[in-house]
């Protein structure tokens, strides 16, 4: 009797252990109902994670299904706004008035099943930012620039906007063909705005104000640009534009104090998305000599020049079409003295520099080092190549790698860019570097 007990038992947790076995799938994990696995959230967060009230900071969500459904997000939180809307895997949101540590929680969808997570961000200091915080950089047109004549009427608007305390920036666009322009688009994360066919022979006025989230507005310029009169004709094609006037320039423009180790980069942008070759002018006297012909890509590492000078340089842009746009000159003044030295400049990238075939889920790695030992912190600049989407999107990181979690195009030619920084407020940007995607 009791051996039939014992061998009916066994029987019973061979049937429990098989069913149990059943409902787990080849990684060990359980199904969720229907058969189909709810979506997995790798990180959600905040950049930066610490802001001023009322102040204004990224939401990211970093997401995927194992079934590869089409996921979507929404974000909630119990105070603050999202000026954008709450859907989107990232999302800006305003800080209340009120110092604290609040919660945010993002919802990812794959239509049937819901994955929560939560993101912490501290809310502490004076409203606006405190005294520290900078308002942002003037806009400047990239495309059309201002003046332009003759152009197609199929226009793209696009302009460069950056903030020194790497602020995420709002912008209200103004446009028509009045000398003062309406407001066309408000809060407007976007720096472009295609305005599809517009009218022949006409000139158009237009204007770009930059919000910080802290209570600072910038104003830029009021540009012009005259649409053609639907002849074609000019060089290189009907309807080919001049390269964009090179922008962004590192140094930045009469900068003080400028390690005596060079790297010079900038940002041009062809609204045509023509190839663009650069001619690099340089010297310690205005109105520099050249320096550099044709060059493919926007940044050059010059190595040690003198301290205690002041330098002089500008850029042209060519495009493929045999069409130019000059820089204004810009200068930097290098340190007269040591002291703690600048970091050298980021290098061993990975994908190596105008590398193709690259996968799409490839991560991006490089190398660090300072001559004083100290650690380093790095800003990551990355985007598509002719377009002005170039922008920072990665922040006082001490990692030398990032990834971007297969947000990669195929066939798709990429820009990136690090800039290395020490704990003393010395940085050293790199060179531009490229790669292209897998087919």
Not at 23 to 49: H, K, R, S
Not at 122 to 130: C, E, F, S, T
Not at 171 to 182: C, E, I, R, V
Not at 429 to 436: A, L, S
Request: charged share 15%; with cysteine.
């Amino acid at each position: 009797m009791q051996a039939r007990k014992k061998l009916l038992l066994s029987a019973v947790s061979i049937i429990f252990v098989f069913v149990l076995s059943g409902c787990l799938d080849q990684f060990g994990e359980d199904p969720v109902a229907g058969g189909e696995y709810a979506p997995v959230i790798d990180e959600a967060y905040a950049t930066p994670p610490t802001i001023a009230p009322s102040d204004t900071t990224s939401m990211i969500c970093v997401a995927y299904d194992r079934d590869y459904d089409e996921l979507g997000y929404r974000w909630s939180a119990p105070v603050g706004t999202f000026p954008n809307g709450i859907w989107g895997s990232e999302v800006l949101w305003i800080a209340p008035e009120q110092n604290g540590t609040y919660e945010l929680t993002v919802t990812v969808s794959d239509s049937v099943h819901e994955t929560q997570r939560t993101a912490i961000v501290d809310v502490y200091g004076i409203p606006g930012g405190g005294e520290g915080n900078q308002p942002p950089v003037t806009p400047v047109a990239v495309s059309p620039t201002n003046g332009d004549q003759g152009i197609d009427n199929t226009v793209t608007l696009s302009w460069v906007c950056t903030d020194p305390d790497g602020d995420p920036l709002l912008f209200d666009l103004y446009y028509g063909s009045s000398p003062t322009p309406q407001q066309y688009r408000f809060n407007m994360t976007e720096s472009s705005e295609d305005l599809g066919e517009i009218t022949f022979n006409t000139t158009y006025y237009w204007q770009v104000v930059a919000k910080d989230g802290k209570g600072h507005e910038v104003s830029g310029d009021i540009w012009s640009f005259t649409t053609g009169d639907g002849s074609g004709g000019g060089g290189g094609g009907s309807n080919n534009n001049p390269p964009g006037q090179p922008y962004s320039p590192y140094p930045a423009n009469r900068s003080t104090n400028v390690t005596n180790f060079v790297t010079l980069s900038w940002i041009c942008i062809d609204q045509d998305g023509d190839p663009l070759s650069y001619d690099l002018y340089f010297g310690s006297t205005p109105n520099p000599p050249i320096y550099r012909y044709n060059m493919s890509v926007g940044s050059i590492y010059l190595g040690e020049v003198h301290r205690n000078v002041t330098y002089y340089w500008k850029v042209i842009a060519n495009d493929s079409k045999g069409l130019t746009t000059s820089g204004p000159e810009w200068t930097f003044k290098t340190w007269s003295q040591g002291g703690n030295s600048h970091p050298d400049p980021p290098g061993n990238p990975n994908p190596p520099d105008m590398s193709e075939h690259i996968p799409l889920n490839a991560s991006l790695n490089w190398g660090g080092s300072d001559p004083d030992g100290d650690s380093l912190q790095y800003d990551v600049y990355f985007g598509e190549v002719g377009s002005s989407d170039f922008r920072l999107v990665s922040v006082n990181q001490s990692e030398s790698t990032i990834s971007f979690f297969n947000l990669y195009a195929r066939s798709t030619t990429y820009v990136w860019q690090i800039i290395a920084k020490d704990p003393t407020g010395n940085e050293t940007r790199g060179n531009q570097w490229t790669f292209t995607t897998v087919e």
